[in-house]
């Protein structure tokens, strides 16, 4: 296992290797943020220990990717495999409005001024973190999605982004999502592997949600056992804009993931829920945060998770108004059912409030499955594994039932019973 101190030392030029054609500004930006990471510390989580994980374990780079001829033909909008963008099949009318859905590596040269901005705004604090600060000097993909003034995408934009696997290679992501004010759009994006070789993977999506825009966000995570991972996501909401973003984390390797909203302006809504499986010996650790800074804004955050054999799960619900933001709003739940008696379940709400006009709560509660519901399916002739299958549906039916995107609602349920009938 490699420190991020040992790897900026052994991997000096790194920045300039993995993204040879980056822009002047952009090679100097990543050059400084390598040095800057020297001198930083990963962020600790509470009750999460991930320094002993490869993520810092920098690999050769391919020379070389081939693309199964599958991919070009799957149903999304946007298929990326690794470094390469596969394809992206935007309808004629958006582009007519101005929508922009590029790669980063066009986005460098056919948008410059505008990914400039947004990128040096995704890193806006990085000196305080050392992960910020790796992705930062590293990321060799990702996109960049644009949508402008009061422009309403009348179908979900979806997404598949696939880790590249079948080598040695590590995966360090970014997708930029900018809606200007008025704008609104829903997107389906999910993120799997393809390949088996142990990797590192390091995804960071930011959204800029200008005033009176709305987005709908979700998001099924499927990175594989051999999978060491990183994900950090977060929205930035200005006046009445509404983020609501679901979060469903089938991963079956060990994940630290970071999910945070920002309600920067009067009568801005993020609502965050996360629902979450952890099997086998793998550990989750998900710290999801609202944070209110200005008045009137609201904060919903909802996570249900359920552990299944040796594993761990932890969830730590953040809920933060800061002075001055008088008649906020924040609420959490947060909800683990254990399958077994080996497992690990940690559910931490945390209120952090400065202000006193405000209305704030959290519940949180960490159980097994109902026994006499258990025994009353059984007496009805059902396998045990189907029994604990319907338990579990109708514990995470709320969340489920909400995502828009029918396809990916199916493929959770699928993989839902999946872990529970192997397990």
Known sequence: MTTLAQSIE???????????????????????????????????????DYRDWPLFDLKAIPPHIDVPGNLVRKAQAVVTLGRKTIKIDLPADLIAQGV????????????????????????????QDGLALWQAALVNSGLFIYIPKNVHLSSALKILQLQDSRQEENFINLMIIVLETGAQAEISQEVSTLGDCANAADLRTVIFADADSTLTYTVLDT????????????????????????????????VVSEFYSDLLGS???AETKVVAITAGKQTQGINTKITNYARHSVGNIV??????????LVFN???????????????????LLMLSEFVQGDANPI?????????????ASIGQVDRQQLYYLLSRGLTKSKAQSLLVKGFLAESLSEISDKAIADYAIFLIERSLFNG
């Open 351 to 363: 209120l952090l409030i400065d202000e006193n006009d405000v209305i704030a709560g959290h519940a």
């Open 267 to 269: 009568g801005s809504n």
């Open 303 to 312: 996570q249900h998770g359920v552990l299944l054999d040796e594993s761990k």
């Open 223 to 254: 990175l594989s056992a051999k999978t060491s991972a990183h994900i950090y996501r977060k929205s930035q909401l200005d006046q009445d804009a509404r983020v609501q973003s679901t979060f469903v984390e089938m991963n079956q390797g060990n």
């Open 100 to 127: 922009v859905v590029c790669d980063l590596e066009e986005a460098m040269t056919t948008r410059a001024a505008l990914f400039e901005k947004y990128f040096r705004k995704c890193f806006s604090n990085k000196a």
């Open 10 to 48: 052994t991997h000096t030029d790194w920045p300039a290797r993995l993204l040879p054609q980056a822009p002047k500004w952009l090679a100097e930006f990543r050059a400084d943020s390598w040095q800057q990471a020297l001198n930083q510390q990963p962020p600790r989580f509470p009750k999460i």
């Open 317 to 335: 619900g953040i809920g933060r108004i800061i002075k001055g933001a008088h008649a906020a709003y924040s609420q959490q739940e947060n909800r």
